[in-house]
């Protein structure tokens, strides 16, 4: 009898999201229904996969009255069922602050499975319903993933106010807890006890000064990403993010990853979860929420699809979009190096965006326009890391005359002849062998269409290029940024300089650190190879012989340890030991 009633409720879930599966993709910002044609109230919120279902957490809200924590399910990420509230708010308010009680607030719900105890453990923000004072947390826990959830206890963690708060489950089962603290103006970040419910002792301010919150946070490959707001309140800001190879250690805040129109209010939302999407390399959704400040309850939500295929954090804007996007999102791929003879696309580190043509100006583009796409074949020259780049569809060559850049027939002068200089990474900067000038879009730009020029090497971001190949043609060794990326480094202390002349020195620069080479003697290139103890190459590049000074940036590519650089030239050789700490 059990069995039949639980079959019947199976079938009667499939037959009545089946009827009502209204939704195919998903568009940003729009009027949300769940599967009874209701209006999603789900803010602030989380979703986790489980046995082929998304479950979608958030806050339930009436105006500014919270109901207590939704919870949705779907199959697809387009058509959600809502299911009883995973908690409904119960009890009487305590002087004590132990409750979680009609009138009390509770925002940005998350939602972890502890394998070790059995349990989901949810965590919210609390606020004692009267204003934003008491910055605490309030956790749950449940033996099954849609509750009822059971009311622990509420707290501030290790003593610290917390606000704006996510949580994050690695992949070794560790749990952390983030939060907006010391009034908002840094970020907490505390690993949780095994059972998940309250904070160890081991914990980390991060991006201090930075006033950021709205914290969610992700993993790809062995690199952590922090995806952040700043503090506006209900009204939206430019989005933050931050990179991390050691998730208590240093983080390193990158660019706004917004870069279509309207980028300086994050598309008009605030942060609240990355998704991971099931069965999908890479494949991650920025999940945002729209907020009506005179109406919580009814804002709106904006999920868009995050790519990483810069090896950095990029939004793009669609009106509407389904999860077919992820199928192309990784088609052009990292070279691991360039092998003269084969084909590349160069795509601007500073937008993501594919070096093109569009009638004759040269641009960077949204890509998988192959109409505008440019691809090249790099021919040698005698020089290592020299190359003339030769246009596939044309066959002309890219050349920097005089007039700027242009694609021409094959000639001998040098103007047709780029210097590719390896930076962290694995970006490039490309300079035009006749001038020092480099390949830079234009007014470091973010836009589709913003034009690509040659300006004075100025060693900026709007000047690097990663050399990338089109995976639906080609099979090169793909760079595998994602696997052996980095522990941040954050500070770097040098040993020993073994002769004047040639100074290597470190200087740490917004948590960067770099390599500076300065009163070089002589004009002739000069290869610098930074080994570790163990004698393996880590880093290599040449300084072009125009060059009187030349800065590496190399955050984010080196593990702790003890390194040698060793820079010759034909009139020198010189090695240096430096530690980074
Ligand atoms: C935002 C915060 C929201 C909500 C709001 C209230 O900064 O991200 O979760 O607390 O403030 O003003």
């Given at each position: 009898?059990?069995k039949?009633?639980?079959?019947?409720?199976f079938?009667?879930?499939?037959?009545?999201?089946?009827?009502a599966?209204?939704?195919?993709?998903?568009?940003?910002?729009?009027n949300?229904?769940?599967t009874?044609?209701n209006?999603i109230n789900?803010?602030?919120?989380?979703?986790?996969?489980?046995n082929g279902?998304?479950?979608?957490?958030?806050?339930n809200?009436?105006v500014?009255y919270?109901?207590g924590?939704?919870c949705?399910?779907?199959?697809?990420?387009?058509?959600?069922?809502?299911?009883?509230?995973?908690y409904t708010?119960?009890?009487?308010?305590?002087e004590?602050?132990?409750?979680a009680?009609?009138?009390r607030?509770?925002?940005r719900p998350?939602v972890?499975?502890?394998?070790?105890?059995?349990?989901?453990?949810?965590?919210?923000?609390?606020?004692?319903?009267?204003n934003?004072?008491?910055a605490r947390v309030a956790?749950?826990y449940s033996?099954?993933?849609e509750?009822?959830?059971?009311?622990?206890?509420?707290?501030?963690?290790?003593g610290?106010?917390?606000?704006d708060?996510?949580?994050?489950?690695?992949?070794?089962?560790?749990a952390y807890?983030?939060?907006?603290?010391?009034?908002?103006?840094?970020?907490?970040?505390?690993?949780?006890?095994?059972?998940?419910l309250?904070p160890s002792?081991?914990?980390?301010?991060?991006l201090?000064?930075?006033?950021?919150e709205?914290?969610?946070?992700?993993r790809?490959?062995?690199?952590?990403?922090?995806?952040?707001?700043?503090?506006?309140?209900?009204?939206?800001?430019?989005?933050r993010?931050?990179?991390?190879?050691?998730?208590?250690?240093?983080?390193?805040?990158?660019?706004?990853p917004?870069?279509?129109a309207?980028?300086?209010?994050?598309y008009d939302?605030q942060?609240?979860?990355?998704?991971?999407?099931?069965g999908?390399?890479?494949?991650?959704?920025?999940?945002?929420?729209?907020?009506?400040?005179?109406?919580?309850?009814s804002?709106?939500?904006?999920?868009?699809p995050?790519?990483?295929r810069?090896?950095?954090p990029?939004?793009?804007?669609?009106?509407?979009?389904d999860?077919?996007?992820?199928?192309?999102?990784?088609?052009?791929?990292?070279?691991?190096?360039?092998?003269?003879?084969?084909?590349?696309?160069?795509l601007?580190?500073?937008?993501?965006?594919l070096?093109?043509?569009?009638?004759?100006?040269?641009?960077?583009?949204?890509?998988?326009?192959?109409?505008?796409?440019?691809?090249?074949?790099?021919?040698?020259?005698?020089t290592?890391?020299?190359y003339?780049?030769?246009e596939?569809?044309?066959?002309?060559?890219l050349e920097?005359?005089t007039?700027g850049l242009a694609l021409?027939?094959?000639?001998?002068?040098i103007?047709?002849e780029?210097?590719?200089s390896?930076?962290?990474n694995?970006?490039?900067?490309i300079?035009?062998?006749?001038?020092?000038?480099?390949l830079?879009?234009?007014?470091?730009s973010?836009?589709?269409?913003?034009?690509?020029?040659?300006?004075?090497?100025?060693s900026?971001m709007?000047q690097?290029?990663?050399?990338?190949?089109?995976?639906?043609?080609?099979?090169?060794?793909?760079?595998n940024?994602?696997?052996?990326?980095?522990?941040?480094?954050?500070?770097?202390?040098?040993?020993?300089?073994d002769k004047?002349?040639?100074?290597?020195?470190?200087?740490?620069n917004?948590?960067?650190?770099q390599i500076?080479?300065?009163?070089?003697?002589?004009?002739?290139?000069?290869?610098l190879?930074?080994?570790?103890?163990?004698g393996?190459?880590?880093?290599?590049?040449?300084i072009s012989?125009?060059e009187?000074?030349?800065?590496?940036?190399?955050?984010?590519?080196?593990?702790?340890?003890?390194?040698?650089?060793?820079?010759?030239?034909k009139?020198?050789?010189?090695?240096?030991?430096?530690?980074?700490?």
């Amino acid at each position: 009898m059990k069995k039949a009633l639980f079959i019947l409720s199976f079938v009667s879930f499939f037959v009545s999201t089946a009827s009502a599966a209204a939704y195919t993709k998903i568009t940003p910002g729009e009027n949300w229904l769940d599967t009874d044609g209701n209006f999603i109230n789900a803010h602030g919120g989380c979703v986790l996969y489980e046995n082929g279902y998304y479950y979608l957490f958030g806050e339930n809200r009436t105006v500014f009255y919270s109901n207590g924590i939704s919870c949705y399910k779907s199959a697809d990420l387009y058509n959600w069922k809502k299911l009883p509230l995973a908690y409904t708010v119960q009890g009487v308010q305590r002087e004590d602050l132990q409750d979680a009680a009609p009138g009390r607030l509770f925002e940005r719900p998350k939602v972890m499975y502890n394998k070790s105890t059995g349990k989901y453990v949810m965590y919210t923000h609390w606020e004692d319903g009267n204003n934003y004072s008491y910055a605490r947390v309030a956790v749950f826990y449940s033996d099954k993933i849609e509750g009822p959830y059971t009311f622990y206890k509420t707290y501030r963690p290790n003593g610290h106010d917390s606000r704006d708060q996510t949580t994050f489950l690695d992949e070794d089962g560790k749990a952390y807890h983030f939060c907006a603290t010391n009034m908002n103006t840094d970020i907490n970040v505390a690993l949780l006890n095994e059972d998940y419910l309250d904070p160890s002792l081991s914990e980390t301010l991060i991006l201090n000064g930075r006033s950021m919150e709205a914290p969610a946070i992700t993993r790809v490959g062995d690199t952590y990403f922090g995806i952040f707001s700043g503090c506006t309140g209900w009204t939206p800001n430019a989005v933050r993010s931050a990179m991390s190879g050691s998730i208590l250690g240093a983080w390193t805040e990158l660019t706004n990853p917004a870069i279509d129109a309207k980028s300086s209010t994050t598309y008009d939302s605030q942060s609240n979860y990355i998704l991971k999407v099931n069965g999908k390399e890479n494949a991650y959704v920025y999940m945002g929420d729209r907020w009506n400040s005179h109406d919580p309850g009814s804002s709106k939500y904006v999920w868009l699809p995050l790519n990483f295929r810069s090896g950095y954090p990029f939004i793009n804007w669609y009106d509407s979009w389904d999860l077919s996007i992820f199928d192309n999102m990784y088609r052009y791929k990292r070279a691991k190096s360039i092998v003269a003879g084969n084909t590349y696309a160069l795509l601007a580190r500073i937008s993501n965006r594919l070096f093109s043509r569009d009638g004759s100006n040269f641009v960077v583009s949204v890509d998988d326009d192959d109409t505008k796409n440019l691809q090249f074949v790099f021919e040698a020259t005698s020089t290592s890391n020299l190359y003339k780049l030769k246009e596939v569809k044309s066959g002309n060559y890219l050349e920097g005359g005089t007039g700027g850049l242009a694609l021409n027939a094959k000639n001998t002068n040098i103007t047709q002849e780029w210097t590719f200089s390896k930076q962290a990474n694995n970006y490039y900067y490309i300079t035009n062998r006749s001038r020092n000038q480099a390949l830079s879009v234009d007014g470091s730009s973010v836009s589709n269409g913003a034009g690509v020029v040659l300006q004075v090497k100025a060693s900026s971001m709007n000047q690097l290029f990663g050399v990338y190949f089109d995976s639906k043609s080609f099979e090169y060794e793909e760079d595998n940024f994602f696997k052996n990326t980095p522990s941040t480094v954050s500070s770097i202390e040098s040993v020993k300089q073994d002769k004047p002349g040639v100074v290597i020195f470190p200087s740490m620069n917004n948590g960067d650190f770099q390599i500076r080479l300065t009163n070089r003697t002589g004009n002739n290139p000069i290869n610098l190879k930074m080994f570790d103890l163990n004698g393996m190459k880590v880093y290599e590049t040449i300084i072009s012989g125009d060059e009187s000074s030349s800065t590496i940036q190399l955050s984010n590519i080196l593990a702790k340890g003890m390194y040698i650089v060793n820079a010759k030239s034909k009139d020198f050789s010189v090695n240096q030991k430096f530690i980074v700490k």
